[in-house]
């Protein structure tokens, strides 16, 4: 091994802990400015067309396709399940979005109709309609990562914003209220 190739080798670790450092100083700037989010996960469906789907209704409930989404203006499709106990702490933000008059569209993900209709009536029911994917598979083509899991629609069926996980009062005064203005 020649001299060139010992450097090189030897500056090898520097330069990769010089590069994982630039990483950590560049989050550790996002997290400043407020623009870091160690929770957000990417979402391919985001700027794109709603999957194609076509969900049968719980209950009273009448089921919707993609073909029904949008025709009204922005509205948010919800996926909650009965056995989710962060789909019970966002109930509350669900229901303010409600009264405020924004559409909110519940596909129950992975349960059992009965037990979904008893969660309903346990933690209020913000939904206009509600679908039933017992199997899983519209949430699959979602990308949906679990529950709860919601995602603004604008009036041409395409894909806004997504957030995984509870929706709290700040995502909804920092991110979703812009959004909903914004596409209304």
């Known amino acids: 091994m020649d001299a060139l190739n010992r450097r090189i ?15 950590f100083w560049a989050m550790l700037d996002r ?13 391919m469906l985001v700027g794109k067309p709603v999957p194609a789907f076509a969900l049968p209704g719980l209950g009273p409930h009448q089921g919707f396709s993609n073909a029904d989404l949008g025709a009204s203006g922005p509205l948010l499709i919800n996926f909650f399940a009965s056995w989710c106990v962060p789909c019970m702490a966002e109930a509350p933000q669900l229901g303010e979005l409600r009264r405020k008059g924004v559409p909110i569209w519940g596909i129950v993900y992975k349960d059992q109709p009965d037990a979904a209709a008893d969660f309903l009536r346990r933690a209020g029911d913000p939904y206009l309609r509600i679908a039933l994917d017992e199997p899983g598979r519209v949430a699959i083509d979602f990308g949906a990562y679990g529950v709860p899991e919601t995602y603004l629609v604008d009036r041409s069926g395409i ?23 914004k596409y209304s």
């Open 9 to 23: 080798l030897l500056l090898a670790p520097l330069g990769a802990a010089a590069l994982g450092g630039a990483a």
């Open 31 to 43: 997290m400043q400015q407020g623009r870091f989010d160690p929770r957000g996960l990417p979402s």
């Open 159 to 181: 894909v806004r914003w997504r957030w995984a996980g509870a929706l709290t009062d700040d995502i909804l005064k920092r991110e979703l209220e812009p959004l909903l203005k």
